[in-house]
């Protein structure tokens, strides 16, 4: 018996872990979106170290939210909700460090992509 034959029972049998169909998906998000949107002047009031102002909040908000626009896959788009959740009551609950919480800020990201072509590496000096 192929691989293929014996693996397409088991793909058709998985189950989305939240939403059952986009609507309901998008649904969610939007709610997600509120209630970080209702959040705002509580973070800058917390986080008050990392100097934010509520227009900057709500674009860094709306940044990472359109980040995964594409995202097509209900069961990502569940798992990227959950995730969003629990970092939604971390935050609120101020269990999130102050310098975690500006990792959220992807301006803030210092991480440099490592080059990829050969004289790239040379001339950052990778040999």
Avoid: C
């Amino acid at each position: 018996m192929a691989l293929s034959n014996r693996i397409a029972p088991i793909l058709k049998e998985i189950r989305p872990v939240l939403s059952v169909n986009h609507a309901e998906a998008k649904r969610r998000v939007l709610n997600l979106y509120k209630i970080w949107l209702r959040q705002i002047p509580y973070i800058r009031v917390d986080y008050i170290s990392n100097n934010w102002t509520e227009p900057e909040l709500r674009k860094i908000l709306k940044d990472n939210f359109l980040q995964n626009k594409n995202v097509t896959d209900i069961r990502v788009i569940d798992r990227l909700l959950v995730k969003g959740q629990m970092d939604f009551v971390e935050t609120a609950e101020i269990w999130r460090q102050a310098h975690n919480a500006a990792l959220f800020d992807r301006s803030m990201d210092t991480y440099k992509i490592k080059p990829k072509h050969f004289l790239e590496r040379f001339y950052e000096g990778h040999h």
